[in-house]
């Protein structure tokens, strides 16, 4: 099964930037959607930004403005471009990949704080 591996998270101070990175050990389906769910405390998992392979994109209306999602299909390779980072912006960041049909691909989540 395919793996998804997140990186980039950590503490930043409100205002600040962090770019998030998630790598597809491998895409079995050319076409796909890829994107970053994030998990606050207490809170369910909801979408934050996805991006198809096409590069159309989808943003939560809290983000638009702020985040940039992005992707490189030749590496499979997964970005998100956070400036103007809010406190309510924390929380567990998670690669999901999904190919539009059966289920999809979870990575394991990057911690993001923001606070000062």
């Known amino acids: 099964q395919v793996q998804l591996v997140e990186s980039g998270g950590g503490l930043v101070q409100p205002g600040g930037s962090l770019r998030l990175s998630c790598a597809a050990s491998?895409?079995?389906?050319?076409?796909?959607?890829m994107g970053w769910y994030r998990q606050a405390p207490e809170k369910q998992r909801d979408m934050v930004a996805t991006v198809t392979t096409n590069g159309r994109t989808n943003y939560a209306d809290s983000v638009k403005g702020r985040f940039t999602v992005s992707r490189d299909n030749i590496k499979n390779t997964l970005y998100l471009q956070m400036n103007g980072l809010k406190p309510e912006d924390t929380g567990v960041y998670y690669c999901?990949?999904?190919?539009?049909?059966?289920?999809?691909?979870w990575g394991q989540g990057t911690q993001v704080t923001v606070s000062s």
């Open positions: 999901n990949l999904d190919y539009g049909f059966g289920p999809s691909a």
């Open positions: 491998r895409v079995i389906f050319s076409s796909n959607t």
